[in-house]
């Protein structure tokens, strides 16, 4: 009995110890730092967690704040965090602005808690319907999900349409190089004027070449670079996406600038007053030379009648044949962005409201929504145009995925370009025309003290133009 006693005391002591044993262990699992730093924050799409980590980020970065994360040899610069109660992973790329990696797009892969939703309340076990109701019905549709791009947010979906992934990625807004950006530089500049621009050119630079109207070439006089300016006028069919081809078949080896980069934006081409725009680097002479090319469009009006410009500039640099490298230095760079922001194309650009006579309380809004129409037809964005085009025969805008579409809105451009040539104009009055549809119609007036009626419906609380008369 006495042994049995003892057995059992043992037994139980085992048991206790055992016990905790367990309970140590339990208590001694440690939340993972990232989790332990990002639950309970909103997901800003376009951005990722604002004030911690975000898609504009160093590796380093997020390292030093999340911890270290799982690796994959098979899946370079891409870090996993997924030891916690929910996973992230993160998606990086070079950046050869900086020369530095940086964090592309953030994935939240599994959330079965729903720690952590975007700013719209949006969370893994969603449905696709919800995320219509919050992001809106402009998204680009794929076999797996959803994306609304102009956002820098996408979901990936199940077959029964619920959220299983949340991807934020940065816009994709096109990245300015450093030589077309404003930068220091320290040497002498005279401004010339020629082929209807202006430029700024070292001031011991000396013409080379052969005098042409609508060619100039400068260089230094050691002959360590070359700069060439040229325009041609063009056929309105000869458009400018073939004229830039051509440019860059004959003179570029290898564009060295992203292609998400090439095609330059409303604000930078405005700087050389211009209608679109595009951009090359590359190595040239077996690497020995540094190339910069910077392709304009100019649309013009001579007498009232439509010319097309298409401008070329390309600078050629030697480099230090004792250090090479694709990379400029401070000073090239400096070199470059003091010759190529002065660029300044004459004549006018973008029109402007100088006047206005309207009094109608809604009058302001049909306003803004022409000026934006204006800036989508100076600038060529027909896609941004058709989002502010309707149909006659119903109130919606137009598909910018629909070819027919495009050629109504391309129709829309050269009309509109056409009538306010760049310049000024007036808004004169307001009616409004009650159909099947409330129509109003905004009589402006141009520079040549011609008039036209533009037809303004209303649509989803704003308002799309529909016809011109």
């Known amino acids: 009995m006495k042994l049995f006693r003892v057995i059992l005391i043992i037994i139980s002591i085992s048991f206790l110890s055992y016990c905790v044993s367990t309970q140590s262990i339990v208590s001694e699992k440690k939340i993972p730092q990232y989790e332990e730093v990002l639950k309970d924050h909103t997901i800003q799409q376009g951005v990722g967690f604002p004030g911690l980590v975000t898609v504009y980020d160093t590796p380093k970065e997020m390292y030093e704040l999340l911890g270290t994360p799982r690796e994959d040899m098979e899946r370079p610069f891409t870090y996993f965090y997924d030891t916690g109660a929910f996973s992230l992973t993160f998606v990086c790329e070079f950046n050869r602005k900086d020369m530095n990696f940086r964090i592309d797009q953030i994935h939240l892969d599994e959330d079965p808690q729903q720690l952590l939703l975007t700013a719209n309340g949006i969370g893994i076990g969603d449905t696709k319907d919800e995320v219509i109701d919050v992001y809106g019905p402009h998204f680009d549709a794929f076999t797996d999900g959803i994306a609304y791009w102009d956002e820098g947010i996408g979901f990936l979906l199940d077959n029964n349409d619920i959220v299983t992934k949340i991807v934020v990625y940065r816009l994709r807004k096109p990245e300015v190089p450093k030589w077309l950006e404003p930068q220091k530089y320290d040497g002498e500049l005279s401004q010339q004027e020629f082929i209807q621009m202006q430029m700024n050119i070292p001031s011991d630079w000396i013409k080379s070449g052969v005098d042409a109207e609508c060619l100039i070439e400068f260089e230094p006089p050691d002959h360590s670079a070359f700069l060439m300016a040229s325009y041609a006028i063009e056929e309105e069919n000869f458009t400018f996406d073939g004229f830039v081809q051509l440019e860059v078949a004959l003179f570029i080896e290898k564009n060295l600038i992203p292609e998400k980069d090439r095609w330059l934006e409303p604000d930078i081409l405005m700087t050389f007053n211009a209608n679109r725009g595009f951009i090359a680097q590359s190595l040239i002479n077996e690497g020995t030379r540094r ?179």
Not at 384 to 404: G, H, Q
Not at 405 to 424: C, K, P, T, V, W
Not at 425 to 453: P, Q, R
Request: with cysteine; proline share 4%; net charge negative.
């Open 291 to 469: 190339s910069y090319m910077l392709i304009l469009e100019k649309e013009r009006y001579p007498q009232g009648l439509f010319e097309n410009y298409y401008y070329s500039f390309s600078l050629d640099i030697d480099q230090d044949t004792l250090n090479f490298s694709i990379e400029p230095d401070e000073n090239e760079v400096g070199l470059v962005s003091a010759i190529f922001r002065s660029i300044q194309l004459d004549d006018p650009l973008l029109p402007s409201l100088e006047e206005n006579d309207i009094t109608a309380p809604y009058s302001e809004a049909i306003l803004i929504t022409l000026q934006n129409i204006i800036d989508a037809c100076v600038f060529k964005q027909l896609d941004v145009l058709c989002t502010n085009l309707s149909y006659k025969s119903l109130p919606a805008p137009l598909d910018p995925t629909n070819e027919e579409d495009l050629e109504m809105a391309e129709s829309y451009r050269r009309q509109i370009n056409n009538f306010f040539q760049g310049r000024h104009y007036k808004a004169i009055s307001l009616l409004t025309d009650d159909e099947e549809y409330t129509w109003f119609g905004l009589e402006i007036m141009n520079h040549n003290n011609e008039k036209a009626i533009f037809g303004f419906v209303e649509y989803d609380q704003e308002y799309l133009l529909g016809d011109i008369d």
